[in-house]
């Protein structure tokens, strides 16, 4: 079942390549065709039959509503991510009355597409392993996302579960330590962001600060796991 395989429908060249290099970056999911508007997003879905569709809503000869519907009726076999600058509540209801996967509002980060597609990606491993599926495993699916806001309540404020995870996972598996440059590279995000995750797992006592002298320039802070 992998890599699903996705289509990419965004009318401005430069957003669908922001878009195409964060896609890209996640595991487990492989373009296979892009489309500048909804008339040419159909075509790819009836021609291509990809899992997935991501689409903008704004756009030329067809919109995204109007190309999910046509989907729906049609009966495609795709499912539909939107990312958008669309915010008012009546598209917003409109395009999750067809069946959207998920709704993103732009301007987004690349973890927020990234926690989108790694949930589309359970949801495609919890179906293909069964005819039928329990109760507790749909609900991991449906009601995941909740699970991690309640975990997000009880950090800093900025800071967040999954990505804790990440930086967490990353230092474990390190033999000697590691700097807030290595676990930015690491995992995809910001230095100062990973230096604020790894202050935070110090004050919790999970990791040990070690002061690296020597050389030009200040002491870099490396930390490892206590």
Do not use: C
Not at 77 to 85: G, L, R
Not at 122 to 148: G, M, P, R, Y
Not at 160 to 177: A, D, E, G, H, R
Not at 211 to 218: L, S
């Amino acid at each position: 079942m992998f890599p699903i395989r996705v289509i990419l429908v965004e009318d401005d060249p430069m957003v669908r390549e922001v878009h195409r290099q964060f896609i890209e970056r996640i595991e487990g999911f492989t373009i296979i065709g892009t489309a500048s508007n909804g008339e040419e997003g159909i075509r790819l879905a009836r021609e291509l039959k990809p899992d997935l569709a991501i689409i903008d809503l704004y756009m030329p000869h067809l919109g995204g509503v109007e190309m999910l519907r046509e989907i729906r009726s049609e009966a495609l076999s795709v499912d539909v991510i939107a990312i958008t600058a669309a915010n008012d509540v009546d598209t917003i209801h409109q395009v999750l009355q067809q069946g959207a996967m998920d709704y993103i509002i732009k301007p987004f980060t690349f973890e927020r597409i990234k926690k989108s597609l790694e949930n589309y990606k359970l949801f495609q491993i919890k179906f293909s392993e069964k005819e039928s599926i329990a109760q507790d495993d749909l609900d991991e699916i449906i009601f995941k996302h909740e699970k991690e806001e309640i975990e997000d309540e009880q950090l800093p404020k900025g800071l967040n579960s999954n990505t804790l995870t990440k930086v967490t996972m990353f230092i474990s598996k390190q033999i000697k330590p590691v700097s807030a440059e290595e676990v930015a590279e690491s995992i995809g995000i910001a230095r100062i962001t990973a230096r604020r995750y790894l202050d935070y797992l110090e004050k919790e006592g999970k990791v040990e600060l070690h002061i690296q002298y020597g050389g030009v320039g200040r002491p870099v802070n490396r930390y490892a796991m206590k």
